[in-house]
């Protein structure tokens, strides 16, 4: 079960003057709105996707340990583990094994809690396991325009790539689901995702 905690400020993959350079034209304060607009859908474009979000988040995660020496969080990358609790105490007997597959590595083993069931003997019953481990931590990239960003350059073009179509699009999409030109609002189903982008987009989905 994963909780956010503290929320992205922003989870706009580019920033307006990344936008303005890749599309080749010159800066308009008339255009920022709707450019800015476009940066967002095309960033929850991706995000939608690929399954997962990208931007620097604070979670909860409670999950199960299935009594293996590795436990693997659900976003990354990690960034910082703030505390980690087995059956409600509080351990440091850790190590971030690695911040890009979400492991933390205990050389004891995480506790698996199953529920078990008799006939004749005993057996696990599956998908019993108690959330006994509770996890809260930092993750996700640090993104364009905020300091020390390390957002993945492929992924800053990716939603480059996206704004283009949208702007190059110039009859009603299929992949469009409703618009609203007066306010300048619409929302986008991920079918508008150009065929060039998805090989970009691969490597980053969420493994369901």
């Given at each position: 079960m994963l909780k956010v905690l503290v929320p992205a400020t922003s989870k706009q993959l580019t920033t307006l003057e990344m936008a303005y350079d890749f599309l080749g034209i010159s800066s308009d304060?008339?255009?920022?709105?709707?450019?800015?607009?476009?940066?967002?859908?095309?960033?929850?474009i991706i995000a939608g996707y690929c399954g997962r979000?990208?931007?620097l988040q604070k979670y909860e995660e409670k999950l199960p340990g299935y009594g293996t020496n590795k436990l693997l969080l659900s976003v990354t990358p990690i960034k910082n583990i703030e505390s980690v609790t087995v059956d409600g105490l509080p351990v440091d007997d850790y190590e971030v094994e690695s911040d890009e597959a979400g492991i933390l590595y205990r050389s004891k083993g995480w506790v698996w809690r199953p529920k078990l069931s008799w006939d004749i003997v005993y057996s696990v019953i599956p998908n019993s396991e108690e959330l006994n481990v509770d996890v809260v931590y930092e993750a996700g990239f640090i993104l364009p325009g905020q300091e020390g960003r390390d957002l993945p350059g492929d992924l800053e073009y990716a939603c480059l790539l996206v704004i283009k179509a949208l702007l190059e699009t110039e009859e009603r999409s299929p992949g469009i689901t409703s618009e609203r030109i007066g306010d300048w609002q619409a929302s986008y189903s991920a079918d508008i995702v150009p065929g060039s982008v998805i090989s970009l987009l691969e490597p980053w989905k969420c493994a369901v």
């Amino acid at each position: 079960m994963l909780k956010v905690l503290v929320p992205a400020t922003s989870k706009q993959l580019t920033t307006l003057e990344m936008a303005y350079d890749f599309l080749g034209i010159s800066s308009d304060a008339g255009a920022d709105a709707q450019l800015n607009f476009l940066i967002g859908v095309a960033s929850d474009i991706i995000a939608g996707y690929c399954g997962r979000e990208f931007a620097l988040q604070k979670y909860e995660e409670k999950l199960p340990g299935y009594g293996t020496n590795k436990l693997l969080l659900s976003v990354t990358p990690i960034k910082n583990i703030e505390s980690v609790t087995v059956d409600g105490l509080p351990v440091d007997d850790y190590e971030v094994e690695s911040d890009e597959a979400g492991i933390l590595y205990r050389s004891k083993g995480w506790v698996w809690r199953p529920k078990l069931s008799w006939d004749i003997v005993y057996s696990v019953i599956p998908n019993s396991e108690e959330l006994n481990v509770d996890v809260v931590y930092e993750a996700g990239f640090i993104l364009p325009g905020q300091e020390g960003r390390d957002l993945p350059g492929d992924l800053e073009y990716a939603c480059l790539l996206v704004i283009k179509a949208l702007l190059e699009t110039e009859e009603r999409s299929p992949g469009i689901t409703s618009e609203r030109i007066g306010d300048w609002q619409a929302s986008y189903s991920a079918d508008i995702v150009p065929g060039s982008v998805i090989s970009l987009l691969e490597p980053w989905k969420c493994a369901v």
